[in-house]
């Protein structure tokens, strides 16, 4: 089992930057993969960015590609979203996720592929 924790929120004016947190504890070592999702209001969850245990690899969805940057300190246990240019179409509510030990290649935007889910953190972007 795997507990994740976010925190960093907050209310910022376009442009801005916030840097979101996710704690992880428990078996932390079977995350192979870990990622951020988000949720507008009336919308669909969807994947905003990936980043993987071994080798590092990342991933982003387009949208915000060149804004935005994923890292995992593995030591402790942490998992951080850097946030700039902030927009208002960036308001949501963003979640932390990990998978287990391994999952299926190509499948990272994929909210099935992640087997744990933090409680999600709100980030709000006045225009």
């Known amino acids: 089992q795997v507990e994740l924790v976010e925190s960093g929120g907050g209310l910022v004016q376009a442009g801005g930057s916030l840097r979101l947190s996710c704690a992880a504890s428990?078996?932390?070592?079977?995350?192979?993969?870990m990622g951020w999702f988000r949720q507008a209001p009336g919308k669909e969850r969807e994947f905003v960015a990936a980043?993987?245990?071994?080798?590092?690899?990342?991933y982003y969805r387009n949208s915000v590609k060149d804004r935005f940057t994923i890292s995992r300190d593995n030591a402790q246990n942490m998992v951080y979203l850097q946030m700039n240019s902030l927009k208002p179409e960036d308001t949501a509510v963003y979640y932390c996720a990990s998978t287990g030990t391994t999952y299926r290649a190509g499948t990272y935007s994929l909210q099935r592929t992640y087997d744990y889910w933090g409680q999600g953190t709100q980030v709000t972007v006045s225009s």
């Open positions: 980043k993987a245990k071994n080798g590092g690899t990342t």
């Open positions: 428990g078996r932390t070592f079977s995350s192979h993969l």
